[in-house]
């Protein structure tokens, strides 16, 4: 079936209790045993739920994977697939990437023992020169948050699976409407679903999905162990968002474009960030590996000044933090979602005060150009 169709129905046939359609809310924390050491198919809500189950046979519909786990946030995913390392193991990192997992890998990961490394994986031959023997895994975000810099999926994959190291890539951008991983060779696609899956605004969900059986075996004893799933009244949230992904992503990726041409024509602007435009470095490998873009990108002002006053002139976009909801949001990397990382990395990436990061959402298109037109007082 098609993507369109598994969104839908993947994972959610009528209930067999009572034929519900829609999936029910299962909100309990343990079931009935059938019998003293026999339980049924569940028995504790941590360990599972038909409602989580749902979402996640839905989920891995979705990425083409054998099976998918949700969690409590996008960062509870980021944690519990960074758990699969030991102390003495190296992950390597792409050098631009979320502020959160920047500041997982360099305040947690590195005091549990593990090395990281970060390096341009844009550069094939910087990646292979960077894995060393204890690199076990390589992790990767496509496109960037906010540089919008895009990683060769299927060539990392590639060299990661000469080599066993298990690659990650963060698929939050993208969506699996625009981008699946799994299929490129990465062995595990991490979502937020806070942002596009979900796309509403109103729930903070992650998800891992997986091919390999014995590496979903292992992500299935971390989430359990660590206590990480998502609970049952958000499981029901997260599916009622998916079904409408594919149209709601289709507006999405229209509206950023439309948006994104209009301000490279505009004298205020500097520099434009997004993938689809004509004069993006990895254009062609976008078109290569992605479906659509997606409605999150970045662009320069020509001064920071210019990029606060923006900030505070407009009035349809809400500044905020997050994405991918169907509301259009604006925010300021250098003092918002990367403010955590140290000023000197951030610059080294490229973040600096001139940044914006818009994420444009299904709206009338433009209503929003004539927002941000009045906002910098274009014409």
């Not at 970060?118 to 076990?136: G, H, K, W, Y």
């Not at 000197?344 to 600096?352: F, K, L």
Request: proline share 5%; aromatic share 6%.
């Amino acid at each position: 079936m098609r993507l369109e169709t598994l969104a839908i129905h993947a994972g959610q046939p009528p209930d067999p209790a009572y034929g519900a359609v829609m999936p029910p809310i299962y909100q309990t924390s343990t079931f009935a045993f059938e019998a003293v050491g026999k339980p049924g198919a569940f028995d504790y809500t941590r360990s599972g739920n038909p409602t989580r189950k749902a979402l996640e046979d839905c989920l891995a519909a979705l990425e083409g994977g054998s099976r998918a786990f949700s969690f409590a946030s996008g960062m509870a995913a980021v944690a519990t697939a960074l758990a699969l390392l030991d102390a003495g193991d190296h992950v390597l990192v792409h050098d631009d990437l979320y502020g959160g997992t920047y500041r997982y890998l360099t305040n947690v990961t590195v005091r549990q023992g593990v090395e990281v490394g970060f390096v341009n994986m844009r550069d094939l031959d910087a990646l292979q020169a960077a894995i060393r023997p204890a690199t076990r895994m390589i992790w990767t975000e496509t496109p960037t948050n906010p540089l919008m810099n895009l990683q060769d999926l299927a060539a990392i994959a590639a060299i990661a699976r000469d080599r066993r190291i298990i690659t990650v890539t963060d698929n939050t951008f993208a969506s699996p409407y625009n981008q699946r991983p799994l299929d490129l060779g990465i062995d595990i696609s991490l979502h937020s679903m806070t942002k596009y899956i979900n796309g509403h605004s109103d729930v903070i969900a992650g998800a891992l999905i997986v091919r390999d059986e014995g590496l979903a075996e292992r992500l299935g004893f971390l989430q359990n162990a660590l206590g990480t799933p998502l609970s049952p009244f958000d499981c029901f949230l997260v599916l009622r968002g998916i079904k409408t992904l594919p149209i709601r992503m289709e507006a999405h990726n229209a509206n950023a474009l439309a948006i994104a041409r209009w301000l490279q024509e505009q004298p205020a602007v500097a520099e434009v960030l997004h993938p689809g435009l004509d004069s993006h470095p990895q254009r062609d490998l976008a078109a290569r590996q992605m479906r659509g873009i997606g409605g999150t990108f970045s662009f320069r002002m020509q001064t920071g000044d210019a990029a606060v006053r923006l900030l505070e002139r407009v009035k349809l976009f809400t500044l905020a933090e997050s994405l991918g909801g169907v509301e259009s949001l604006i925010e300021h990397p250098w003092t918002m979602t990367h403010v955590s990382v140290p000023e000197d990395a951030r610059r080294r990436m490229g973040i600096d005060e001139r940044m914006i990061r818009i994420s444009v959402g299904i709206e009338h298109r433009d209503d929003l150009i004539e927002d941000l037109a009045q906002a910098m007082g274009a014409g």
